[in-house]
């Protein structure tokens, strides 16, 4: 086990600049947006842009990597990442940074691609939960570490821009000293959006709509900050105190969707959910304590519900198919993610900064709604006969490549290969054996 996570040491390093780049340019670029005054439509379609240029680098980036070789592709895609954030500093336009963010997104899903397979080509069966929990761990510290930044250094100069850059640059130097060898090609996942609502309404509607309202969170709750009267250093806080609560509330929502219907669960979070989110829109708070507080309730609810809307999934589909579920529910969380700026920078520039929190309360309400309508007409899976919950990551920072490392993908080889033989039926594959179970498989 020690032998493995220090082969990935390197890598895992690589990674942790990687997404401290992301984190500090995703936010900064919003946050000096609003002081140059662009308007929150503009401000929304970046990240409109950059969920774009992500999902399409998840799904035909892989053919760039497999022409390249991975260790040229992930230098090349990282250097694409670098400059354009070094542009970005130099070229205060808001037509290059649309552009530059497409750019961005479509390089942040490769490299995060390669850095995917790269680690489960180096993970064993034993050591691949601890990896990719330490992958996961570190996809959030870079992100924090990168929108905290902004707390030290103003934003009104060229100088977070360069340390972004930097940031990429240095994600650059462990793999290309490192003498491990490159990866295999890189898997591939069809988004078949007939299958995934067939084999879950709650699910497919529940991750779109998780999609839309962290998405216009993600790219305009920076804009919302600065229009309300925030500091730089409060809207850094802000950011962080919804990852961090979102991070902590992934125990016990797992471990109550382990013990009761999973839509009842996705139905009560996200109606906690809309209630911060509407006192948010409706008393409009000037009180940076009462702000930060009624957005970490937001942030620990919101952020619980996307991995409960996956195990939802997975606990209808056989073990076989957890890879084409997951990944193709990943790449329709993103195209949640593209539409939410798209909706709620308008409505900001329409309404005010306050109206974001009832576009976010829009969606979380429809999707409790659809969840209890769902639950009256389809019966629930068993709890013995469910997989055991798992945390995993969403949001336009991992990409379906990141779905091998789970245990789980493993454990279904075996019943794939079975099943091809025509020697496992559909009923002693519904459930995995307790001894999987007790590995660590997982509806990731």
């Not at 570490?145 to 250094?153: E, L, N, S, W, Y």
């Not at 920076?222 to 250093?233: N, W």
């Not at 013995?384 to 949001?395: K, M, T």
Request: hydrophobic share 50%; with cysteine; net charge neutral.
């Amino acid at each position: 086990m020690r032998q493995n996570l220090i082969s990935v040491l390197a890598l895992l390093t690589g990674t942790l600049f990687v997404f401290l780049g992301n984190g500090l340019h995703s936010l900064l670029l919003p946050m000096r947006g609003t002081y140059e005054g662009y308007s929150e439509t503009i401000l929304g379609f970046f990240g409109t842009s950059w969920a774009s240029g992500f999902v399409l680098g998840c799904i035909f980036a892989r053919r760039l990597v497999k022409r390249m070789g991975h260790v040229r592709a992930f230098s090349g895609f990282i250097s694409l990442c670098a400059i354009a954030a070094l542009l970005t500093g130099i070229f205060i336009h808001p037509t290059f940074w649309l552009l530059s963010r497409a750019a961005t997104g479509f390089g942040a899903a490769a490299v995060a691609m390669i850095i995917e397979s790269w680690l489960n080509e180096r993970a064993t069966n034993e050591s691949r939960g601890m990896i990719f929990s330490l992958y996961i761990s570190i996809t959030l510290l870079g992100i924090v570490g990168g929108q905290m930044a902004v707390a030290f250094i103003d934003i009104h100069t060229q100088t977070l821009f360069m340390v972004a850059g930097i940031f990429y640059c240095v994600a650059m130097l462990p793999t290309l000293i490192s003498t491990a060898q490159a990866p295999k090609p890189l898997s591939e996942v069809h988004l078949d959006l007939t299958a995934l609502y067939k084999n879950s309404p709650v699910s497919f509607v529940g991750i779109l709509l998780i999609g839309i309202a962290n998405g216009a969170w993600g790219t305009l709750g920076a804009v919302f900050g600065s229009k309300a009267g925030l500091s730089a250093g409060d809207i850094a806080l802000m950011m962080t105190i919804t990852i961090f609560a979102g991070a902590a509330m992934q125990f016990p929502a797992g471990r109550m969707s382990d013990l009761m219907d999973r839509r009842y669960v996705l139905a009560i979070l996200s109606g906690i959910a809309f209630l911060a989110g509407i006192q948010m829109f409706l008393l409009e708070p000037m009180n940076v304590v009462t702000v930060l507080i009624l957005v970490g309730v937001y942030g620990a609810t919101a952020n619980a519900l996307y991995p409960i809307a996956v195990a939802h999934a997975n606990d209808f589909a056989k073990p076989s198919e957890f890879l084409n579920v997951s990944g193709g529910l990943l790449l329709l969380y993103g195209i949640g993610t593209v539409i939410g700026p798209s909706i709620g920078g308008p409505i900001m520039q329409q309404f005010g900064p306050y109206a974001l929190f009832g576009v976010t309360a829009g969606a979380h309400i429809l999707i409790t709604v659809h969840a209890i309508i769902r639950s009256r007409l389809r019966a629930p899976i068993p709890v013995g006969e469910r997989d055991v919950y798992s945390s995993v990551s969403s949001g336009t920072q991992t990409t379906p490549e990141s779905l091998a490392l789970s245990p789980r993908s493993q454990a279904s080889q075996p019943l794939q290969q079975a099943q091809d033989a025509g020697n496992v039926t559909r009923e002693e594959t519904s459930a995995p054996a307790p001894a999987e179970k007790d590995a660590g498989t997982a509806a990731a």
